[in-house]
Protein backbone atom coordinates (compact mmCIF):
# COMPACT_ATOMS: atom_id res chain seq x y z
CA UNK A 1 0.00 0.00 0.00
CA UNK A 2 2.69 2.67 1.00
CA UNK A 3 4.52 1.90 -2.26
CA UNK A 4 1.19 2.62 -4.66
CA UNK A 5 0.65 6.41 -2.35
CA UNK A 6 4.82 6.95 -3.03
CA UNK A 7 4.14 5.90 -6.63
CA UNK A 8 0.99 7.96 -6.95
CA UNK A 9 2.68 10.80 -5.23
CA UNK A 10 5.54 10.74 -7.46
CA UNK A 11 4.00 10.56 -10.37
CA UNK A 12 1.67 13.73 -9.37
CA UNK A 13 4.61 15.42 -8.85
CA UNK A 14 6.68 14.74 -12.01
CA UNK A 15 3.21 15.76 -14.02
CA UNK A 16 3.10 18.85 -12.11
CA UNK A 17 6.86 19.67 -13.16
CA UNK A 18 5.67 19.29 -17.12
CA UNK A 19 7.91 16.64 -17.93
CA UNK A 20 6.74 14.55 -20.93
CA UNK A 21 4.94 11.37 -20.63
CA UNK A 22 7.30 8.55 -21.88
CA UNK A 23 6.36 4.74 -21.91
CA UNK A 24 9.25 2.82 -19.94
CA UNK A 25 10.34 -0.63 -20.96
CA UNK A 26 12.59 -2.24 -18.78
CA UNK A 27 14.49 -1.26 -15.70
CA UNK A 28 14.37 2.95 -15.56
CA UNK A 29 17.56 4.19 -16.56
CA UNK A 30 19.75 5.65 -13.87
CA UNK A 31 20.27 8.83 -15.98
CA UNK A 32 17.50 11.44 -15.82
CA UNK A 33 16.58 11.55 -19.40
CA UNK A 34 13.94 14.58 -19.16
CA UNK A 35 10.43 12.14 -19.03
CA UNK A 36 7.94 10.96 -16.58
CA UNK A 37 7.37 7.30 -17.06
CA UNK A 38 4.15 6.14 -17.38
CA UNK A 39 3.00 1.90 -18.17
CA UNK A 40 0.21 2.86 -20.49
CA UNK A 41 -0.73 5.71 -23.18
CA UNK A 42 -0.80 8.63 -23.85
CA UNK A 43 2.71 8.67 -24.15
CA UNK A 44 4.86 11.45 -26.60
CA UNK A 45 8.08 9.03 -26.31
CA UNK A 46 9.24 5.48 -25.69
CA UNK A 47 12.39 5.20 -23.25
CA UNK A 48 13.76 1.03 -23.47
CA UNK A 49 15.95 1.34 -20.19
CA UNK A 50 17.04 -1.93 -20.41
CA UNK A 51 16.82 -5.53 -22.62
CA UNK A 52 17.45 -8.66 -21.25
CA UNK A 53 19.75 -10.71 -23.95
CA UNK A 54 16.71 -12.89 -25.14
CA UNK A 55 14.96 -9.11 -25.88
CA UNK A 56 17.56 -8.01 -27.38
CA UNK A 57 18.47 -10.59 -29.98
CA UNK A 58 14.31 -11.76 -30.55
CA UNK A 59 12.99 -8.24 -30.29
CA UNK A 60 9.68 -7.89 -30.91
CA UNK A 61 8.03 -5.32 -28.64
CA UNK A 62 4.06 -4.62 -29.96
CA UNK A 63 4.19 -1.22 -28.42
CA UNK A 64 7.33 0.03 -29.06
CA UNK A 65 6.96 -1.01 -32.84
CA UNK A 66 3.68 0.45 -32.90
CA UNK A 67 4.88 3.60 -31.92
CA UNK A 68 7.56 3.45 -34.37
CA UNK A 69 5.06 2.95 -36.86
CA UNK A 70 3.27 5.99 -35.74
CA UNK A 71 6.54 7.75 -35.66
CA UNK A 72 6.30 8.85 -31.96
CA UNK A 73 10.56 8.85 -31.06
CA UNK A 74 12.33 5.85 -29.25
CA UNK A 75 15.51 5.98 -26.96
CA UNK A 76 17.47 3.25 -25.82
CA UNK A 77 19.77 3.72 -22.72
CA UNK A 78 22.57 1.75 -24.52
CA UNK A 79 24.42 1.03 -21.04
CA UNK A 80 21.77 -1.02 -20.11
CA UNK A 81 21.73 -3.63 -23.14
CA UNK A 82 23.56 -7.15 -22.55
CA UNK A 83 26.60 -7.99 -24.70
CA UNK A 84 29.49 -5.46 -23.78
CA UNK A 85 31.27 -8.53 -21.48
CA UNK A 86 30.07 -11.14 -24.01
CA UNK A 87 32.99 -14.06 -24.11
CA UNK A 88 31.16 -15.81 -26.82
CA UNK A 89 32.29 -14.27 -30.24
CA UNK A 90 28.97 -15.93 -31.95
CA UNK A 91 27.25 -14.42 -29.50
CA UNK A 92 28.45 -11.44 -29.43
CA UNK A 93 28.29 -10.81 -33.30
CA UNK A 94 24.77 -11.58 -32.51
CA UNK A 95 24.24 -9.00 -30.09
CA UNK A 96 25.64 -6.49 -32.25
CA UNK A 97 23.51 -7.50 -35.17
CA UNK A 98 20.43 -6.76 -32.85
CA UNK A 99 21.78 -3.45 -32.01
CA UNK A 100 22.29 -2.93 -35.95
CA UNK A 101 18.33 -4.37 -36.65
CA UNK A 102 17.29 -1.59 -33.26
CA UNK A 103 18.88 1.45 -35.33
CA UNK A 104 17.65 0.29 -38.77
CA UNK A 105 14.11 0.31 -37.18
CA UNK A 106 14.96 3.96 -35.79
CA UNK A 107 15.09 3.09 -32.60
CA UNK A 108 17.74 5.67 -31.31
CA UNK A 109 20.70 5.16 -28.81
CA UNK A 110 21.49 7.52 -25.83
CA UNK A 111 25.17 6.63 -25.71
CA UNK A 112 27.34 4.55 -28.68
CA UNK A 113 30.97 4.63 -28.64
CA UNK A 114 31.51 6.89 -25.90
CA UNK A 115 30.01 9.71 -28.03
CA UNK A 116 26.53 11.37 -26.70
CA UNK A 117 23.52 10.91 -29.18
CA UNK A 118 20.69 12.03 -26.91
CA UNK A 119 21.93 14.24 -24.42
CA UNK A 120 20.35 13.61 -20.78
CA UNK A 121 19.99 16.55 -18.34
CA UNK A 122 23.31 15.03 -16.38
CA UNK A 123 25.09 15.72 -19.59
CA UNK A 124 23.75 19.12 -20.56
CA UNK A 125 24.71 19.84 -16.82
CA UNK A 126 28.29 18.62 -17.58
CA UNK A 127 28.43 20.82 -20.88
CA UNK A 128 26.92 23.97 -19.39
CA UNK A 129 29.55 23.93 -16.45
CA UNK A 130 32.33 23.32 -19.29
CA UNK A 131 31.59 26.09 -21.50
CA UNK A 132 30.89 23.80 -24.33
CA UNK A 133 28.56 23.50 -26.78
CA UNK A 134 26.42 20.40 -28.19
CA UNK A 135 27.91 17.97 -30.41
CA UNK A 136 27.18 17.31 -33.74
CA UNK A 137 23.74 15.62 -34.76
CA UNK A 138 22.91 15.05 -30.99
CA UNK A 139 19.58 15.30 -29.86
CA UNK A 140 18.46 16.78 -26.53
CA UNK A 141 15.91 15.58 -23.93
CA UNK A 142 13.74 18.42 -22.91
CA UNK A 143 15.30 18.34 -19.55
CA UNK A 144 18.53 19.15 -21.19
CA UNK A 145 17.36 21.83 -23.77
CA UNK A 146 15.73 23.43 -20.53
CA UNK A 147 19.09 23.50 -18.65
CA UNK A 148 21.20 24.29 -21.90
CA UNK A 149 18.43 27.34 -22.87
CA UNK A 150 18.89 28.57 -19.11
CA UNK A 151 19.45 32.09 -19.12
CA UNK A 152 23.33 31.65 -17.89
CA UNK A 153 23.99 29.85 -20.53
CA UNK A 154 25.26 31.27 -23.89
CA UNK A 155 23.43 30.74 -26.88
CA UNK A 156 26.55 31.16 -28.75
CA UNK A 157 28.13 28.14 -27.07
CA UNK A 158 25.11 26.01 -28.79
CA UNK A 159 26.53 23.79 -31.35
CA UNK A 160 30.07 24.72 -31.11
Given at each position: ???????A????I??????????L???????????????K????????????????????????L????????V?????????????????????????????A???????????????????A?????????????????P??????????????????
Amino acid sequence: MNEVLIQAVTDRILEELGLPPALLVGKEPPEALGYRYVTKAPFEAVVIGSLTPGQLLYFRHEEVLQALDAGIPVYLYSPGLPGKDCKNPGLRNRYMSARRELKALGIQFTKESGKAHLICAKEAQRLKAQGLGVPEGARLTPLARDILDSASYSTSQKGD
